[in-house]
């Protein structure tokens, strides 16, 4: 009886231990409390249950973060090429390429010039997806006009000793100009048409706000081209009158993040607000996103918006905001399979908070998030995947950064 009793305790606490065990791995995978503590700008609240301060996740695995260089100067954007290499553009108006170990070349010239006071210069980039046999680059950038500055789209072949972009050419220019040196947007894509996508500004000040909302301006928008910079065919506006062709959506206050969701293939952007309202949508061809009709935030003086509206029918609701403010810039769907757990998670660099902000999305809604590095204490301008399966982040610190599993 007495030995039956000893394994019997035996048998009960190694179950005891394995619950233990399984229940601090859960622990350390989930926390339901939100990762955001302060105390929010407005007492607004979400249309839906999850929109804003979802339940806080903990990656399961140890991460591997390398700060590969600190030889930037105020890189923006990153746009991984075939071989593994990252093209990165510098907000002066210049770009380089980084290789694995860290290696930044000299500057790469020959782009036009770049209006880089304020939030303006060379912005987003990508690569065609014929790179390697065409060496074409596409980018964004703040340029002068008359009237003011505007954000501009080119394109140019990057030469066979990398260092000079050759023939670059202006293929559109999101007018009105306006003298401001304030939200210019801007991120560049491909889409899976071969067209181009790309984000723009309203130029933040009053009298330039309601062209988010009006069709026949290119401000607040995000507009899709071809690699003309023509309006693509099967723009929604195509064939509304007194509206630009070019249009995808409207609505928006200033882009910094664009991605393809690896699975759905649809678009997804986020925008800054002002105090409050940082947004996460997910974008459908010809829906208007609200700016500055509504919105989840106040102004800067502390004053309401408009109304004080957050809701309005026939304008679409965010998939997710904060308040306060992460100033969300470039982002990317995570589709490798270095790191399972992050598989079709959204990463974002967090410019005012200091950190890479991870957002598992399941049906189109957010269901956790995580703070990453915030130990680094950096602005975090862009995160993409690189050809290798890892995430690889800038700041505008001047640092690139990979981010693995160890």
């Known amino acids: 009886m007495k030995t039956t009793t000893s394994i019997l305790g035996l048998a009960l606490l190694i179950l005891s231990g394995c619950a233990n065990k399984d229940a601090k791995a859960e622990a350390a995978i989930i926390d339901g409390s939100p990762v955001e503590t302060e105390k929010p700008n407005t007492n607004y609240k979400p249309a839906f249950a999850g929109q804003t301060r979802i339940s806080g996740v903990k990656t399961s695995f140890e991460l591997d973060v390398k700060m590969l260089s600190k030889k930037l100067q105020n890189p923006w954007g990153i746009a991984p090429l075939p071989d593994g290499r990252l093209l990165i553009t510098e907000k002066k108006g210049t770009l380089r390429i980084a290789n694995a170990t860290g290696t930044v070349s000299e500057p790469i010239t020959g782009l ?86 790309f984000s723009t500004g309203e130029r933040s000040d009053l009298p330039t706000r309601p062209q988010a909302q009006a069709l026949n301006s290119s401000l607040g928008k995000i507009i899709r081209i071809t690699t003309d910079g023509k309006p693509a065919a099967g723009n929604p506006f195509a064939n509304t009158k007194d509206a630009r062709p070019e249009l995808y ?66 304008l679409e609701q965010p998939v997710y905001y904060w308040d306060p403010v992460v100033s969300p810039s470039g982002m990317t769907f995570y589709s490798g399979d270095l790191m399972p757990e992050w598989k079709n998670n959204l990463f974002i660099g967090g410019l005012s908070s200091q950190h890479i902000i991870r957002l598992v999305i399941e049906n189109n809604k957010v269901t956790g998030e995580e703070r990453l590095l915030l130990d680094e204490k950096q602005r975090f301008r862009d995160v993409q995947q690189g050809a290798d399966g890892a995430l ?15």
Not at 278 to 300: H, L, S
């Open 249 to 314: 959506s409207y609505g928006h206050r200033n882009v910094q993040g664009l991605a393809f969701h690896p699975v759905t293939g649809e678009l997804w952007e986020n925008e800054f607000g002002p105090r409050g309202g940082d947004e996460v949508n997910r974008i459908v061809a010809g829906k208007n996103y609200g700016w500055p009709t509504i919105t989840y935030g106040i102004e800067y003086s502390g004053g309401p918006i408009g109304g004080s509206q957050t809701q309005k029918s026939g």
């Open 112 to 197: 036009p010039k770049v209006d880089d006071a304020g939030q303006g210069g060379l912005l987003g980039i990508t690569v065609d997806p014929a790179f390697a046999q065409n060496r074409m680059v596409y980018w964004t950038f703040s340029e002068n006009v008359t009237n003011g500055t505007l954000t501009s789209v080119a394109k140019g072949k990057l030469s066979a000793d990398e260092k000079t972009i050759e023939n670059p050419t202006v293929i559109y220019r999101a007018t009105p100009g306006y003298d401001s040196k304030l939200h210019y947007g801007s991120r560049i894509l491909f889409d899976a048409s071969g067209n181009l996508v």
């Open 392 to 406: 690889y982040a800038v700041t505008d610190e001047g640092r690139l950064y990979r981010i693995a599993k160890k």
